[in-house]
């Protein structure tokens, strides 16, 4: 991959399905952050193919200012498929209720909505928020709060949200340790995959079942280890 005048080259073959927890490791340099954009599609590789399926959450390390934008326009976009499962939930429920032949476009659409839980989707937001510590003023400007507090927010959004496939960029930077006890639950219950890079040892040993190691090794390839923290230092 081209990352401005560095030439990162490696060959990855890994899949990130539901209930995967992979942790990507290795030496600062070695290209984390830049598998994790490939994995989002933010990148693309020079070569290969990634597939993806699902909703996806990606929250970088550095995060822009974005403006004028405010801590609501965050929550309504990572709520918008649920409040739309809603929405085409109740258009349907009237459709029947007078007396149109909507049985198949309400079955789509309860279905849509029981899947994202949609019901729930801002107050899980709205824990998320709490459990971190984060701005939780929809009102709020982005650029008045500090980068600690703007990570704080994307993230609690990150999660509130539960998409099929959650990608973090060291996630624990700004947090404390209330806000990394309620980050190690979140993912270690996250419903869909994780994929994340951290520094992190207590992250890392409390929530990755495998371990993507990007360090060199004899044939130059990166290496998946299973096992979780302990297989991964085993195998090292």
């Not at 070695?30 to 070569?47: S, Y």
């Not at 990570?151 to 806000?179: I, M």
Request: charged residues 20%; proline residues 3%; aromatic residues 4%.
């Amino acid at each position: 991959v081209n990352v401005g005048n560095v030439m990162l080259v490696f060959v990855v073959v890994v899949t990130v399905s539901s209930g995967s927890r992979l942790a990507i490791a290795g030496e600062n340099g070695r290209g984390k952050t830049t598998l994790l954009h490939v994995l989002a599609g933010v990148l693309k590789p020079d070569l290969g193919v990634v597939s993806r399926l699902g909703s996806l959450a990606l929250v970088k390390q550095e995060m822009a200012i974005e403006g004028a934008r405010r801590v609501g326009d965050l929550i309504a976009e990572a709520t918008a498929p649920a409040r739309q499962a809603l929405s085409a939930l109740d258009s349907a429920t009237v459709a029947l209720a007078n007396g149109h032949d909507a049985s198949d476009a309400y079955s789509d659409a309860l279905e849509a909505a029981t899947a994202l839980d949609a019901w729930d989707a801002e107050r899980r937001v709205d824990i998320a928020l709490a459990g971190l510590n984060a701005c939780a003023d929809r009102n709020r400007v982005l650029s008045t709060l500090s980068v600690g507090q703007r990570y704080r927010v994307r993230l609690a959004v990150a999660l509130g949200s539960t998409p099929d496939l959650l990608l973090l960029d060291e996630p624990t930077n700004h947090l404390d340790a209330a806000g990394l006890t309620f980050l190690t639950q979140r993912l270690r219950d996250h419903p869909g995959g994780v994929a994340l890079v951290s520094h992190d040892r207590a992250l890392l040993r409390d929530v990755a079942t495998s371990f993507l190691d990007l360090d060199p090794t004899r044939d130059g390839l990166p290496r998946l280890y299973t096992g979780g923290y302990p297989g991964w230092v085993e195998a090292r």
